[in-house]
């Protein structure tokens, strides 16, 4: 039998650069089902929004995987749509003796309005092996992103990372 577990968070939304004309969004959750065994539990923080998303990332991403790439305005407007605006980092942690014993999922706020992941994935997307915020989900209200588990390279013990995004990833859902 497994656990439903359900986080709910507020995420603020600053419109118009500034606190006085800020507006709160609806509550969002993240809903994700953990193994009965208790061998994977999670933990979650608030994180600012805008001390993740970078213009900058954001071009030379577009520009390595090569892709449709838009010009460095377009990206800063990405950026400044998170200015102010807040989120919730879940870290999973896997009990035993594992190399990468965590797996983090990241959901903020769709401040940019992607319609579809595939909008989504087009300005965010990650060809690098190690990245830290792949999109995997689009929601009206939330962005949903997953960090990588390496390149699969391991110094002999079992990638615990790979197994909670395994056990954990397909419970996945943003509201």
């Known amino acids: 039998m497994t656990k439903n577990i359900v986080a709910l968070f507020t995420v603020l939304m600053f419109v ?10 609806p509550a969002t959750a993240l809903k994700y089902t953990l193994p009965s065994d208790g061998s994977i ?3 979650s923080k608030t994180v600012d ?3 993740l998303v970078s213009a900058d990332a954001l071009l030379a991403q577009a520009q390595e995987c090569g892709g449709f790439v838009r010009d460095a305005q377009y990206y800063l407007d990405i950026e400044h ?6 989120g919730t980092q879940y870290t999973f942690s896997i009990a035993g003796e594992y190399e990468m014993p965590t797996w983090t999922v990241t ?4 401040t940019p309005v992607y319609s579809s992941l595939e909008s989504f ?8 092996v190690g990245g830290a915020l792949y999109p995997k989900q689009a929601g009206a209200q939330t962005l949903l992103f997953a ?3 390496g390149s699969g390279y391991s110094a002999g013990g079992e ?3 790979d197994r909670i995004r395994t056990t954990i990833e397909q419970t996945l859902v943003i509201e």
């Open 16 to 25: 118009g650069g500034g606190c006085a004309k800020g507006t709160e969004s």
């Open 41 to 43: 539990s999670v933990t």
């Open 49 to 51: 929004a805008s001390t």
């Open 81 to 86: 749509t998170f200015t102010g605006a807040t």
């Open 107 to 110: 959901v903020l706020p769709n």
């Open 121 to 128: 994935k087009t300005d965010f997307d990650i060809c690098a």
């Open 147 to 149: 960090n990588s588990c």
């Open 159 to 161: 990638n615990g990372c």
